[in-house]
């Protein structure tokens, strides 16, 4: 299976730069992905657990002595431990506030550590091209799916349905229940039949574009399959694009260019030659 990138013109600096921006899922169009609600199973046995957690490390009570109306650790534990019951209570009954909190910051919490790619299989889909690449302007990067993109990291295929994930705020968290959450989409989104590649943000080059920062992940050249042009790709970008490929590393890059089909809803995709 091959994985295609839509993008609009500065998708040409995958080529260039043999680099490609990572999207924080606070950053992606639709503001309610990666947004589960969150739900606890079990708030007296969340509250035990957490209870056992803060009692056993005195850091995140130093961090919020505030809470605690002026007692030391010390007497702090010795309150927890001589009325458990009460305070375990208390605890379980804050746990719907608790839920929503967590719920309002989730994807903030995700988008501080990872990012995503988002790829499809096919060059050909009109609406991706209206939609994800600046109606023809832009240009299509196709991936090698043996490269260490797809070894070394997390590639989920995106599952399409407007009920979101609950996410369990009892259970320990996975790495398939996060995955989960990011391969979830609406039902509108169907027609993108999209993976997501998820980087580690900590791997990212960061650099700033005007008041917002990009996180831009190093590519190796082999990774890299073809390039294609939309009908409208400006000369200037494909001579760019163009050029770039004829670097050493880059000379296995194949050229497309797309051109209308026998109907609107059809795309005729033809290899260009030297």
């Known amino acids: 299976m091959a994985f295609y990138k839509y993008c609009n013109d500065p998708g040409k600096f995958i080529i260039l730069n043999l680099e490609i921006k990572v999207t924080p899922p606070n950053?992606?169009?639709?503001?309610?992905?990666?947004?589960?609600?969150?739900?606890?199973?079990?708030?007296?046995a969340s509250a035990?657990?957490?209870?056992d957690e803060v009692l056993a490390d005195p850091s995140y009570y130093n961090s919020n002595a505030g809470l605690?109306?002026?007692?030391?650790?010390?007497?702090?534990?010795?309150?927890?431990?001589?009325?458990p019951t009460t305070v375990i209570a208390a605890l379980a009954k804050v746990s719907p506030t608790l839920d929503n909190n967590l719920q309002n910051r989730f994807v903030d919490i995700l988008s501080a550590k990872w990012g995503v790619v988002s790829l499809t299989d096919s060059p050909i889909v009109v609406s991706m091209w209206k939609d994800y690449a600046d109606g023809h302007k832009g240009l299509v990067v196709e991936f090698d799916e043996?490269?260490?993109?797809?070894?070394?990291?997390?590639?989920?295929?995106?599952?399409?349905?407007?009920?979101?994930?609950?996410y369990d705020r009892f259970?320990?968290?996975?790495?398939?229940?996060?995955?989960?959450?990011?391969r979830r989409k609406k039902t509108r989104y169907v027609y993108e039949n999209e993976t997501r590649l998820i980087i580690p943000l900590s791997e990212c080059r960061k650099t700033r574009n005007g008041t917002s920062t990009l996180n831009l992940f190093h590519l190796d050249a082999s990774a890299l399959v073809s390039v294609t042009f939309g009908q409208l790709t400006p000369d200037s970008t494909k001579g760019e694009v163009l050029e770039a490929v004829t670097r050493r590393e880059l000379l296995h890059v194949?050229?497309?260019?797309?051109?209308?089909?026998?109907?609107p809803d059809d795309l005729k995709r033809t290899q260009l030659t030297d």
């Open 27 to 44: 950053e992606l169009e639709d503001k309610y992905e990666m947004r589960p609600v969150v739900r606890c199973s079990d708030p007296i």
């Open 48 to 51: 035990e657990r957490f209870l």
């Open 68 to 83: 605690f109306r002026g007692r030391s650790f010390t007497q702090f534990k010795d309150f927890v431990n001589g009325n």
């Open 146 to 166: 043996a490269s260490h993109l797809f070894v070394n990291y997390s590639c989920v295929k995106c599952d399409y349905c407007d009920a979101p994930v609950v």
């Open 171 to 182: 259970l320990e968290v996975t790495h398939e229940s996060m995955k989960q959450i990011v």
């Open 254 to 263: 194949t050229k497309w260019q797309i051109e209308a089909g026998a109907t």
